[in-house]
């Protein structure tokens, strides 16, 4: 399994703290397999609020082994940025896909289902799946 | 016909124009926003005016498509996603001619606003820059100065509605009263084209 190449996962949200803290919880659930790369774009790049297409690039550049890039956002320019990045064509690696989830819990199920191999539609299939959870 | 200066001509005077509303634009995003749309946008359309001096594409489509690039990359908010794809789109449609006629550059408006409302998911009365815009593409078939008119309605007339897209969506009934701040910069965008129509055709000869 060592050296399989594993989903990467990028967390863009408007907050840099939001995104850090993310991806820090989605990797501490993950618990012992794989170590999935997973890189936050939180923020504009002066450390304000908002979303920077140049750290959502430089992240998910940081985190491609080759087995495509998942990317979940938190809100409205978040999703925007990325789509509009998606669709430059050759600003984000091949395979890039912006997954439909909720942000934290999407994040802890494609971090660990990233963790045992699973290719990028089975990743973001299972973040999707997170929203089918209920609370009441 | 319109030429790659007329495209820069236009781009240049929406930089000034946005700079010198900016304080206006935030001002308006202040009760229904998160007070940052004149600041967003004058740092994209200052980015785009500095990356047209210095590379000088020489279509129409090409001025666009690196104004819009310059806008996705520098905004940090919404607006820049949605009018890095308006621009974007709008030049792809112009091709790669070295000029193009009104109609055709009427006909690839139309088709970079319908690229923002299928990214954004908008339509009019929303209470967003569709607003202004669809109403300015339909009368920019008749002239420029029609399409600045009917941009400037159509960003007047979203003062009563109610919000139901981005954040101002979240304050329901509140956000009804005030004018949406994206179809007020849409209509200076609109405006700045007429603008590039006035001005003298060559300067520098």
């Known amino acids: 399994m060592s050296d399989e190449k594993l989903v990467g996962i990028v967390l863009v949200s408007h907050s840099a703290a939001v995104a850090a803290s993310v991806a820090e919880l989605a990797q501490g659930l993950a618990g012992a397999g794989a170590t999935v790369p997973v890189a936050p774009a939180g923020g504009t790049e002066d450390g304000g609020l908002g979303t920077s297409a140049e750290l959502i690039s430089a992240a998910a550049?940081?985190?491609?082994r080759g087995a495509g890039v998942a990317v979940l956002t938190d809100l409205g320019s978040a999703?925007?940025?990325v789509k509009a990045l998606l669709a430059e064509g050759d600003e984000l690696p091949a395979h890039t896909r912006l997954v439909d989830a909720p942000f934290v819990e999407g994040a802890v199920a494609a971090v660990v289902t990233a963790s045992t191999g699973a290719d990028l539609a089975a990743v973001a299939s299972a973040a999707s799946d997170a929203y089918a959870y209920r609370k009441e | 016909m319109l030429d790659a200066d007329f495209f820069r001509r236009w781009m240049t005077a929406t930089a000034a124009s946005v700079a010198h509303e900016a304080e206006r634009l935030t001002a308006l995003d202040s009760p229904i926003g998160d007070a940052d749309h004149g600041s967003n946008l004058h740092r994209g359309f200052t980015a785009v005016a500095a990356v047209l001096e210095k590379e000088a594409p020489d279509t129409p489509g090409a001025v666009l498509i690196l104004a819009g690039r310059q806008l996705i990359s520098t905004v940090g908010g919404a607006s820049g996603p949605l009018y890095g794809t308006l621009l974007?789109?709008?030049g792809k449609a112009l091709?790669?001619?070295?000029?193009?006629?009104e109609e055709q550059l009427t006909d690839a408006l139309r088709a970079g606003v319908d690229a923002v409302m299928t990214l954004g998911g908008a339509a009019p009365g929303d209470k967003t820059m569709?607003?202004?815009?669809?109403?300015a593409v339909d009368a920019l078939?008749?002239?420029?100065?029609a399409a600045r008119a009917a941009a400037d309605e159509?960003?007047?007339a979203t003062t009563p509605l109610q919000a139901r897209k981005g954040r101002a969506s979240y304050l329901?009934?509140?956000s009804i009263g005030h004018q949406d701040p994206g179809a007020t910069s849409a209509a200076l965008l609109i405006a700045a084209l007429a603008t590039a129509a006035e001005a003298p055709e060559a300067t520098d000869v």
């Not at chain 2, 091709?95 to 006629?101: M, N």
Request: charged share 25%.
């Open chain 1, 61 to 64: 550049a940081s985190v491609d």
């Open chain 1, 79 to 81: 999703v925007l940025t």
């Open chain 2, 88 to 90: 974007r789109r709008t």
């Open chain 2, 95 to 101: 091709g790669d001619a070295a000029e193009v006629s």
């Open chain 2, 130 to 135: 569709i607003d202004s815009l669809v109403p």
């Open chain 2, 141 to 145: 078939a008749e002239s420029f100065t």
């Open chain 2, 154 to 156: 159509g960003a007047l």
């Open chain 2, 172 to 174: 329901g009934e509140r």
